[in-house]
């Protein structure tokens, strides 16, 4: 069974840096055809799709907030992070960290979701 567990700081001042880490048991972040995801939902709104870093590394970040995104990976650790720059409070959302999976063109999905955690963007 595979588990996500998302940790940081439920508190951030505005213009500084959001940063999450989520730790994974049960499987490998290096397994081939997984994409290690965050998503985020604001308060009153639906889920938004932050970005990935992949099971060989690389990463791929939404386009609204690829300019302020970033996504590391500790294999060591099992663990995989995110970096959201110069926050400003309509970055506060519950955010989750998603296992995607993709193994075929026509088998892909999200299957295992962290809790969440909330973090607030206050001064």
């Known amino acids: 069974q595979v588990q996500l567990q998302e940790s940081g700081p439920g508190l951030v001042k505005p213009s500084q840096t959001l940063s999450l880490t989520c730790t994974v048991s049960g499987g490998s972040i290096t397994t081939s055809l997984y994409y290690w995801t965050w998503i985020r939902q604001p308060p009153g709104k639906g889920l938004e799709w932050i970005g990935y870093i992949a099971y060989n590394g690389s990463t791929y970040y939404s386009p609204s907030l690829k300019s302020r995104t970033s996504s590391s990976r500790d294999t060591s650790k099992n663990q995989f992070t995110l970096q959201l720059s110069s926050v400003t409070p309509e970055d506060t959302a519950v955010y989750y960290c998603?296992?995607?999976?993709?193994?075929?063109?026509?088998?892909?999905?999200?299957?295992?979701w962290g809790k969440g955690t909330q973090v607030t963007v206050s001064s």
């Open positions: 998603v296992r995607y999976f993709a193994t075929t063109p026509w088998n892909y999905g999200m299957d295992y």
